[in-house]
Structures are given as structure tokens and as C-alpha cells.
């Protein structure tokens, strides 16, 4: 069938998202075509656009990596499948972004993203930035009621690597005091909610004044401007020693961020937005016993959880703007203006 879609055949600017007519073939066994309703838009999203220094992108390519829709018809044993989680064609699904083998060991042991074939949906293969797309039926999760297609979408990478980072990784205990930088961003928000929903104090820094009283109205406990002040000169204004600290900021705050923990201190990453390299002065890592914990993404069982807290209203999404689908090069626009707070979602 002929759908339209975006698509990336070099990198660039806005300037390189095309909007072009694609034949989709039909959905092959164990696959399903969904309807595009929403799509959230990610730092990931820029990445596969802009390019990465040592890194090749499977161009060209569709972007989109956190989809929500409609399923529209259905593959080869697929209704078989599909009928124990109460799934058919006209069924709101989420589509899991992570794409693995689903046999290896990594994949039994609940860990699919250390599959050696690990991908996701939007950087390795064609994305949700269409009107159509097909994808496997593992990687279909029935929308709960209670979610809009819009509040689904934007819970998908961010709150899932949040919760990797945090309940897998660092394992947060209540009573901790978390530091979570770029208050603002998606996978930030997503931290923020979910440390304050495990008991945990959380600070954290953002880059303007209106964004002090949305990162509170999240829960945070202490917001920082860090274009005004040194955020570690105003931690110790605080008074509180950091166990935990998500940093995907990147060479602007590494160093510091490993200076502010407390001993047997874990620092959490997911990213580096302003740039990947860092110095680091190891005795602070082994001198306090600290920890350094990578993380991309998680698991598919992990996000059942995710999609289930958020039914019961104990993850609550916040959605910054939401732009047609046409409107796709001013979502990325936004994103990279840094001032949003929350997700962009584009729709159709």
C-alpha cells in the first residue's frame, strides 16, 4: 500500500525531513500494521537526523522512535498471538520502541537490551513517522483505557530508561536524595516522578526561571538555575549529601556531578547532550566508592509496569506541545532550542 511518510536521507538541519510517498508492504508472519496516531519526539530523534561523529545510521530511514495507534490488519499467526493480551484490529496499542531476537539469553533473562541484535524502532530501522507502520507483535502492549495516544506516547523512552536507571541500576532506596539535572527534559521529568513516587528527595537544575515552578509543581524539592549559579555551590547551600545522580547532560556537568556524591554514591547516565567527552579524576571514584552506571533504555517487562503505574495515575506524563504531523521539522525545531519542558508528541 502507499503511505506517507518522513523520511532522513542525509543528515542535516530541519532542512533534510522529507515528506515522500513509500510503498509498505503487507505485514509479514508474526507481524501486525498499525495506524499512527502519535508519535513523542526524543533527543534520539535529533541524533539520527544531525548525525553522529563514528556512528552510521541506516539512511535512508523513517524516523520515530515512541509510537502509539491503531492495529489496521494483521500478518501471518498473528491474531493467534495477539488474542491472549486481548488485541485485534481496531485495538489501541503501544509499540514497545526496543526491537531484540526474543530467544538469546540476554532476551530469557528479561534484559533484552543487551541482545546482540538489539534495536530500536526510529534509529535502526524505519520508525513511527508515517502513517502506517509494521512492527513484530512482541513488541505490542495494549493501551490502557485511562491514557490518551498522546500521554502513552510520551511515557515510552524516557520513563523507561528513567526506570532503568534509577530502580534497576542505582537502586534508589526511600529517603535518598537524588540530584537530576536538565529538569526540563523528558527522561529528567520521567526521573523526577519516579524518584518522588519511591520516597526519595529530589534536586535538580534547569536552564530558566519558568521552569523553577514546573519542575516543583513535578515534586522536585530544590530547583537550581545553573545559567545563575554553580549548581554544586548551591547543593551545599542545601545542605544535602547526593547518593544518586542522573546526569545526560554530559562534558558541562560530568566532572561535577562525580564531585557532588556522597560516599558509595552512584551517578546514572543515558546521554551526553552537550558532548560525549569527559575528564575524570579517579581517585573520587574509588577514594568514595562511586559508581558509574550507562544505561539505553530497558526492558519490555519493565515498561508493562511503567504503562500500568501510569493507568493508576502514579506517573503522570507531561506533554509540552503536540504538533500535526505536517509539522514535524518545527517539533524537531523546538526540541532543539532546548525550551521545552516536557515531551513534543506529533499526531495525525
Given amino acids: 500500500m502507499k503511505i506517507k511518510a518522513w523520511r532522513i536521507e542525509k543528515h542535516g538541519g530541519v532542512e533534510v525531513l522529507q515528506r515522500k510517498d513509500l510503498d509498505l508492504p503487507d505485514?509479514?508472519?508474526?507481524?501486525?500494521?498499525?495506524?499512527?496516531?502519535?508519535?513523542?519526539?526524543?533527543?534520539?530523534?535529533?541524533?539520527?537526523?544531525?548525525?553522529?561523529?563514528?556512528?552510521?545510521?541506516?539512511?535512508?530511514?523513517?524516523?520515530?522512535?515512541?509510537v502509539v495507534g491503531k492495529v489496521a490488519a494483521l500478518g501471518p499467526g498473528s491474531a493467534e498471538s495477539l488474542a491472549k493480551?486481548?488485541?485485534?484490529?481496531?485495538?489501541?496499542?503501544?509499540?514497545?520502541?526496543g526491537v531484540?531476537?526474543?530467544?538469546?539469553?540476554?532476551?530469557?533473562?528479561?534484559?533484552?537490551?543487551?541482545?546482540?541484535?538489539?534495536?530500536?524502532?526510529?534509529?535502526?530501522?524505519?520508525?513511527?513517522?508515517?502513517?502506517f507502520i509494521n512492527v513484530s507483535v512482541a513488541n505490542l502492549i495494549l493501551k490502557p483505557a485511562s491514557l490518551s495516544v498522546t500521554q502513552a506516547a510520551a511515557l515510552l523512552i524516557p520513563y523507561l530508561t528513567a526506570w532503568t536507571m534509577l530502580v534497576r541500576k542505582a537502586q534508589l532506596k526511600p529517603g535518598e536524595n537524588v540530584l537530576v539535572h536538565a529538569g526540563g527534559s523528558g527522561v529528567s521529568i520521567a526521573?523526577?516522578?519516579?524518584?518522588?513516587?519511591?520516597?526519595?528527595?529530589?534536586?535538580?537544575?534547569?536552564?530558566?526561571?519558568?521552569k523553577i515552578a514546573k519542575a516543583k509543581q513535578l515534586g522536585a524539592d530544590h530547583v537550581i538555575n545553573y545559567k545563575q549559579t554553580r549548581f554544586r555551590d548551591e547543593l551545599k547551600k542545601i545542605g544535602k549529601k547526593v547518593?544518586?545522580?542522573?546526569?545526560?547532560?554530559?562534558?558541562?556537568?560530568?566532572?561535577?556531578?562525580?564531585?557532588?556524591?556522597?560516599?558509595?554514591?552512584?551517578?546514572?547516565?543515558?546521554?551526553a547532550t552537550s558532548g560525549p567527552m569527559v575528564e575524570i579524576d579517579l581517585r573520587h571514584i574509588f577514594f568514595k566508592n562511586i559508581s558509574i552506571l550507562g544505561t539505553t533504555m530497558g526492558s519490555k517487562g519493565d515498561l508493562h509496569e511503567i504503562l500500568n503505574l501510569a493507568?493508576?495515575?502514579?506517573?503522570?506524563?507531561?506533554?509540552?506541545?503536540?504538533?500535526?504531523?505536517?509539522?514535524?521539522?518545527q517539533a524537531h525545531?523546538?526540541?532543539?532550542?532546548?525550551?521545552?519542558?516536557?515531551?513534543l508528541v506529533v499526531t495525525q
Wanted: charged share 20%; proline share 7%.
Fill in 85 to 97: 493480551d486481548g488485541i485485534q484490529v481496531g485495538s489501541e496499542v503501544v509499540v514497545s520502541p
Fill in 243 to 271: 547518593s544518586i545522580v542522573v546526569d545526560h547532560v554530559g562534558s558541562e556537568t560530568f566532572a561535577e556531578s562525580i564531585k557532588s556524591l556522597t560516599w558509595g554514591g552512584r551517578l546514572v547516565t543515558c546521554g
Fill in 311 to 329: 493507568a493508576q495515575g502514579k506517573l503522570k506524563p507531561v506533554i509540552d506541545h503536540v504538533y500535526p504531523m505536517d509539522q514535524l521539522p
Fill in 100 to 131: 531484540s531476537c526474543g530467544h538469546c539469553e540476554a532476551c530469557l533473562s528479561g534484559f533484552d537490551p543487551l541482545c546482540p541484535s538489539y534495536g530500536i524502532i526510529g534509529e535502526t530501522m524505519d520508525g513511527g513517522c508515517a502513517d
Fill in 333 to 343: 525545531e523546538r526540541l532543539e532550542s532546548r525550551a521545552a519542558f516536557g515531551k
Fill in 191 to 210: 526521573c523526577i516522578e519516579i524518584a518522588k513516587m519511591l520516597g526519595a528527595t529530589v534536586i535538580t537544575t534547569v536552564g530558566t526561571d519558568d
Fill in 27 to 66: 505485514p509479514g508472519p508474526m507481524q501486525v500494521r498499525v495506524k499512527v496516531q502519535a508519535v513523542a519526539l526524543n533527543h534520539l530523534d535529533l541524533w539520527v537526523r544531525k548525525g553522529v561523529p563514528g556512528h552510521k545510521f541506516p539512511l535512508p530511514m523513517t524516523p520515530g522512535c515512541d
